[in-house]
């Protein structure tokens, strides 16, 4: 079946709202609109639509696109090196979400006139929803230091500047839109440089209110939130503050709130590492020699343009990176275990339920994987299928009872789990004193 336009795309759960198909329609038929249940999602004005389908045919969810990938190893990407590294600048390394590498970058190129500005995230006060903006002052760069796990219309903004010379910061999903977007319209200009960023998916914007509310901040007038400020060292918690408050949460409670608000479309992404940008950069997990307050971000050259920016940069102070073995990053992503389970596992679970599935039939075969024992697929499926209901429910009065309940569950899941913890812990006690005794 041919897809038309993106509201069946929408319809199926699977917007991520990039925001490729508002900035590419030539009737600006198309908003981002947040739906009942807070997620953002691509919304077609039908009196203004005229049926052309450039919308369909560069929509990353779009199971008819499969943009070129230079290896048939869709996991990993190409991968010219790997580094790990920080911001020379210590300010920006103490305000960056890692290490700073993504911040320094963009001030690197922006120092050196290579370009006029950084498509970058921040927190608009107003809505407490971050936000992509054109930032074209060094300062403006350094205040979008950090990372926002929940939506955001980068591609639509990227779009929007095509006028202007840029680099920009985007997840697997905006960078594949763009990558298609490259392939099917060469006319339209896309930014010099694309830094991409590791990314185990985006929630719905909804969690930043449910954070604050935990904080115990009452202010209305919110002037930051930072879903990770390493203030107190990496890798951070969550911090609101106002004019008149300072609340910090323990990450505990972002990590339990993830389940809750995250958007089905990512649970079944391929792309963690994104393959499409000139550079990539996450946290430096399962690196245990650079996991130190201060920060460090680990880095993949994907690209001649990327390296050489890196290089550069390197040469020139604005960063510090040392060479680090692209299967140590890939390891410490878990990308060969737990990503790829997941991600064949999603995908039988999708066919199962016949639903629209992101990706061509039969794309990505012959790749190993360990196949999920009957626990991971049990959770992936319940992640899948209340993900998907959430995000399609329409009434607002039971979008917070699914909420309510998932958080009830989870809350027992964790007590079970600590109560399991406590008891082997119990046990190894009891027979070291049998033994001692
Ligand atoms: C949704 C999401 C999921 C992630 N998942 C992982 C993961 O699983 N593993 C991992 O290792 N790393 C992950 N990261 C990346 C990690 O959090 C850091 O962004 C990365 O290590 C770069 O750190 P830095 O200090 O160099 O970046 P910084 O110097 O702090 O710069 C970060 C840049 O990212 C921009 N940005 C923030 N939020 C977004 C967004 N939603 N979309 C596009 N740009 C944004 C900021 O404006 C800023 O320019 C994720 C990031 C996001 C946003």
Request: charge should be positive.
């Given at each position: 079946m041919q897809i038309d336009n993106i509201s069946h795309i929408a319809t199926n759960a699977l917007c991520t709202a990039c925001g490729a198909c508002a900035g590419v329609c030539p009737k600006n038929a198309i908003e981002i609109i947040t739906n009942t249940a807070g997620y953002l999602v691509a919304h077609i004005n039908n009196d203004l639509c005229i049926n052309c389908r450039k919308c369909?045919?560069?929509?990353?969810?779009?199971?008819?696109?499969?943009?070129?990938?230079?290896?048939?190893?869709?996991?990993?990407?190409?991968?010219?090196?790997?580094?790990?590294?920080?911001?020379?600048?210590?300010?920006?390394?103490q305000k960056s979400?890692?290490?700073?590498?993504?911040?320094a970058l963009l001030c690197y190129l922006l120092e050196k006139g290579e370009i006029e500005g950084a498509i970058v995230n921040n927190l608009n006060p107003q809505t407490r929803r971050p936000q992509a903006?054109?930032?074209?002052?060094?300062?403006?760069?350094?205040?979008?230091?950090?990372?926002?796990?929940?939506?955001?219309?980068?591609?639509?903004?990227?779009?929007?500047?095509?006028?202007?010379?840029?680099a920009a910061v985007v997840l697997g999903c905006q960078a594949e839109s763009l990558q298609l977007i490259r392939?099917?319209?060469?006319?339209?200009?896309?930014?010099?440089?694309?830094?991409?960023?590791?990314?185990?998916?985006?929630?719905?914007?909804?969690m930043i209110d449910d954070l604050i509310e935990q904080s115990g901040c009452n202010d209305e007038q919110l002037s930051a939130f930072r879903f990770r400020d390493k203030s107190y060292g990496w890798p951070g918690d969550v911090h609101v503050t106002t004019s008149t408050e300072?609340?910090?949460?323990?990450?505990?409670?972002?990590?339990r709130l993830k389940q809750v608000y995250e958007l089905h479309r990512c649970i079944a992404c391929y792309d963690q590492m994104n393959i499409f940008s000139d550079i990539v950069c996450g946290d430096p997990w399962g690196i245990s020699h650079k996991?130190?307050?201060?920060g460090h971000t680990v880095v993949i050259a994907r690209t001649e343009t990327g390296k050489n920016l890196l290089e550069n940069a390197a040469r020139d102070g604005a960063i510090v990176l040392e060479e680090l073995s692209i299967e140590d990053i890939f390891r410490g992503q878990t990308v060969d275990g737990r990503h790829k389970t997941k991600f064949y596992t999603c995908r039988e679970i999708f066919y199962e339920n016949e639903w629209l599935f992101p990706y061509p039939d039969n794309s990505f075969e012959n790749i190993?994987?360990?196949?999920?024992?009957?626990?991971?697929?049990?959770?992936?499926?319940?992640?899948?299928?209340y993900s998907r209901d959430l995000y399609l429910t329409t009434d607002g009065e039971e979008y917070l009872r699914k909420v309510a309940l998932k958080k009830k569950k989870l809350q027992g899941n964790f007590i079970q789990?600590?109560?399991?913890?406590a008891m082997s812990y119990g046990a190894v006690i009891l027979r070291k004193l049998s033994i001692i005794r």
């Open positions: 369909a045919k560069i929509c990353p969810s779009n199971p008819e696109n499969k943009p070129s990938i230079e290896t048939d190893d869709i996991f990993h990407g190409v991968c010219l090196a790997g580094y790990v590294g920080y911001a020379s600048d210590s300010t920006i390394r979400q890692s290490g700073g590498i993504v911040t903006v054109l930032a074209s002052s060094k300062s403006e760069i350094i205040d979008a230091c950090g990372s926002y796990y929940a939506q955001s219309s980068v591609a639509k903004t990227i779009l929007e500047n095509s006028d202007k010379t840029t392939e099917k319209y060469p006319n339209i200009t896309l930014p010099k440089y694309t830094i991409g960023l590791i990314c185990a998916g985006q929630h719905s914007g909804n300072d609340c910090w949460l323990p990450k505990e409670s972002r990590h996991q130190q307050p201060e190993p994987f360990i196949p999920a024992n009957r626990m991971v697929r049990q959770n992936l499926w319940k992640r899948l299928t789990k600590v109560v399991r913890k």
